[in-house]
């Protein structure tokens, strides 16, 4: 065992200290998940049809129902057209009555929405539909977009300059774009802040991970990391909720982040730093009063000498993002799981932002979505702890992806059974991001864990952006978006395979690189390691 780890069984792996931390570290990812599925609802889509004032002119008492007849073609399931109109004529009522209209057009005079008093989106406020209607799923991808940026930059953030600075970064631009969003004047300027909101966003749960792993012992890793993502699926549960009762989607916007600003002052005034930090940073005075202080709260004492023996090998070299790549082991590593956390988000924002497709009432449905979320996090922690990460792993993913196939041999006439089906996809997809957050941490040490978490992220954020781009080929056949977002899961869930098994293994601190030239410096390797060096 380490010489700090032998300190962190002193001062308590899970005590008072760790238990309200965790507290604090959790809760604000339940604005990570208003953060990322809440466009599903400043973006939803109301019925509407085309303007067609013109023809009151000559009629000014005329029905809706009469003049949508008049004014409107009808598709070939007996629905009024959504973005076509008849093209207006310089002829009386009682002509245009008789005879009727022919010639169509688009849109001319703008559109009219079928909405609840009260209630407005993005698409009824700034018209984003019919030509503009890929503008949804445009947006989404921005978010996307900007998680992937985020997940990168992150990284190198609180690799250099700490959990506990990046933690706060991360609050504090949520807060500002997120409540910034709402006073957008147009769609164009609302993408822009959703991308800048986006790169802190989902980030809080990374960094919030990152900050509890390394204050705990091995044995609580997943633990924390589950109540973590718990809570950002409690958020995605409140949302739908919050949403009915806020139908106006600039005071949602408002509501939904606002509360942020309590979050930021506390976590401010007490957030700590993370020790193992410290000492890769060689700032061994910091990491021992980090240290005292959790022993005070967990009323333990930490003996004098093993605090003066505080080290971490390696503390005066810096590690960035391309020693990943240099190390075989890292590199073999991040190849599989990058991949793992591509297929993972694929399945998991494909369902997600998919929502309406899946049942009659989007609020109901994205509440499913959210609560069966809730028993997924525990769940997955029972199984990771008695089978193992790696199997769960590869298991969640499979599963996941034969839903997505099983949906598409289901009639469209029963949409109970789809959601049903759809909820146990989604069920799978978040069990398996919960499994990708510990497994992750746990493949990289220290020095690089951020880092490392974040490239990988990357890698679900690129899925994420193809995710809502992805349901435009339904155009093409409907069935080819729930192929794709069926089999990349499928495929991952072999590859998982090959990755080592972390079960109850201490995390490594500190790696180096080897140097082929006089053979004197050697990898730290445990045997897994050595023997994974020598089979890539």
């Not at 076509?84 to 009386?92: A, G, K, R, S």
């Not at 949906?407 to 069990?431: E, Q, R």
Request: charged share 15%.
């Amino acid at each position: 065992m380490s010489n700090f780890g032998q300190i962190l069984k002193e001062i308590g792996e899970f005590g008072l200290f760790q238990k309200w931390l965790l507290v604090a570290l959790s809760i604000p990812g339940i604005f990570a998940a208003f953060d990322i599925i809440g466009q599903v609802f400043t973006g939803l889509n109301f019925p509407h049809h085309c303007n067609t004032d013109w023809i009151l002119e000559r009629g000014p008492n005329l029905t809706d129902e009469r003049q949508k007849n008049l004014t409107l073609p009808v598709n070939k399931d007996g629905r009024f057209e959504s973005c076509e109109m008849f093209t207006p004529v310089d002829l009386d009522l009682e002509t245009i009555e008789a005879y009727g209209l022919n010639t169509t057009t688009g849109c001319l005079d703008g559109w009219e929405y079928e909405v609840p008093k009260g209630a407005s989106s993005i698409v009824t406020e700034f018209d984003v539909v019919c030509d503009k209607s890929g503008l949804i799923e445009g947006s989404q991808s921005i978010s996307m977009a900007g998680v992937l940026v985020g997940s990168l930059v992150y990284g190198a953030i609180s690799d250099r300059f700490g959990r506990r600075f990046a933690f706060l970064l991360s609050l504090l631009l949520t807060l500002l774009f997120g409540v910034g969003s709402a006073f957008s004047p147009n769609v164009y300027v609302y993408m822009v802040l959703k991308f800048f909101s986006s790169t802190s966003g989902v980030v809080i749960q990374i960094n919030a991970s990152v900050m509890a792993i390394e204050w705990t012992g091995p044995s609580k890793a997943a633990l924390c990391t589950t109540v973590i993502l718990t809570l950002f699926s409690i958020g995605l549960t409140l949302l739908p909720g919050i949403a009915y009762l806020i139908q106006n989607w600039r005071i949602l916007q408002m509501v939904l982040f606002s509360p942020l600003l309590i979050f930021l002052g506390i976590s401010y005034c007490f957030l700590p730093e993370s020790p193992r930090w410290l000492l890769t940073q060689g700032r061994k005075e910091e990491a021992q009063k980090e240290l005292q202080r959790a022993a005070r709260v967990n009323g333990r004492t930490v003996p004098e000498h093993l605090l003066e023996e505080l080290k971490m090998e390696g503390t005066s070299e810096r590690r960035n993002l391309l020693d990943i790549f240099r190390i075989s082991y890292l590199r073999k590593r991040t190849l599989i799981m990058g991949y793992n956390w591509f297929a993972t988000s694929l399945l998991y924002y494909g369902l997600g932002l998919n929502v309406g497709s899946f049942g009659p009432n989007i609020y109901l449905t994205q509440f499913i979505f959210g609560l069966v979320e809730i028993p997924s996090n525990p769940t997955s922690l029972a199984l990771i702890q008695h089978f193992g990460r790696r199997i769960c792993q590869a298991g969640f993913l499979f599963f996941g992806g034969a839903a997505c196939l099983v949906v598409l041999a289901i009639p469209n006439d029963l949409p109970v059974v789809v959601t049903a089906i759809a909820v146990l996809g989604k069920f799978a997809a978040n069990a398996s991001f919960s499994v990708a957050y510990v497994y992750t941490a746990e493949l990289y040490p220290t020095i690089l864990r951020h880092n490392g978490i974040g490239l990988n992220s990357t890698c679900a954020r690129l899925a994420g952006i193809f995710a809502p781009l992805i349901r435009l080929l339904d155009v093409y056949h409907d069935s080819i978006p729930m192929l794709i977002y069926g089999i990349v899961p499928i495929t991952a869930a072999g590859s998982c395979l090959l990755l080592p098994e972390t079960l109850n293994v201490e995390l490594q601190d500190h790696t180096e690189l080897k140097n082929p030239a006089n053979g004197a410096k050697e990898n730290r390797y445990n045997v897994e390691q050595i023997i994974e060096e020598h089979t890539f």
